[in-house]
């Protein structure tokens, strides 16, 4: 099956610091997102972007879907930031839309005060 | 936020002791996934659905089962419950007919623990 690597496992930041986290991809897809697991649990849609640049407020992804790999950009990052960032992508169970999602192992990313 | 829900949010049972999961949409979306949540795992598909009474199996099936008799909800079973369907579930939603997307969305999850 399709394997996901995701890069750094872990991130500390001090409030207000870039950082890029990047997720690795074995085969080609057309289906990518990105998740941010709160401390609560909730899986928070970030990002469906199965190719090219989209941003929202202070995060931005760019997947390029040819060289097999996905970047999230989180800029001036808070407090709130902080928990599990997942990459997950789709591939087809069936002959209609259905899609297993393959997710990485996450970065954990803790922005400090 | 997609409206999903997924009753109870947490439970404690006992091995041995059926139990049934569920998740409900308000989002008239066709397909809907159940996957579950282990450390050193991440999220693993368990079924999924892809309409009223379609079901099929994913890759962590055995000792589950799932019904759909309706659009909005999706139920997973556990017949027997044992210590090793301790977890975290997550109820998934994709595919609005006005979108054209693959975007799954993902319920608040409903920690189970089997003593």
């Known amino acids: 099956g399709i394997q996901v690597e995701q890069s750094p496992p872990d991130l500390i930041l001090q409030e207000g610091a870039n950082s890029t986290l990047r997720c690795n991809f074995s085969d080609s897809v057309n289906n990518l997102q990105w998740f941010h697991q709160n401390p609560w649990g909730q899986l928070i849609n970030l990002f469906y972007i199965p190719s090219g640049t989209k941003q929202n407020g202070r995060l931005s992804a760019t997947t390029v879907a040819t060289e097999r790999y996905s970047l999230l950009y989180i800029s001036s990052s808070q407090t709130t930031d902080s928990g599990v960032y997942f990459c997950a992508v789709g591939v087809p169970i069936s002959s209609g839309s259905a899609r297993q999602l393959t997710f990485g192992s996450g970065t954990q990313l803790t922005v400090l005060p | 936020d997609a409206g999903i829900t997924q009753s109870p949010r947490h439970k404690v049972t006992e091995t041995g002791t059926p139990v049934t999961l569920r998740c409900h949409q308000t989002e008239n979306h066709r397909y809907m996934y159940w996957y579950r949540q282990d450390p050193g795992h991440g999220l693993r598909l368990i079924h999924y659905?892809?309409?009223?009474?379609?079901?099929d199996k994913g890759e962590v099936s055995d000792g589950y089962s799932v019904s759909r008799s309706k659009t909005e909800d999706f139920l997973l079973t556990l017949e027997s419950a044992t210590s090793s369907q301790t977890s975290v579930y997550f109820c998934a939603i994709s595919w609005n007919p006005r979108d054209n997307s693959y975007e799954q969305y993902f319920g608040p999850g409903t920690r189970l623990t089997v003593t």
């Open positions: 659905s892809y309409g009223v009474k379609d079901t």
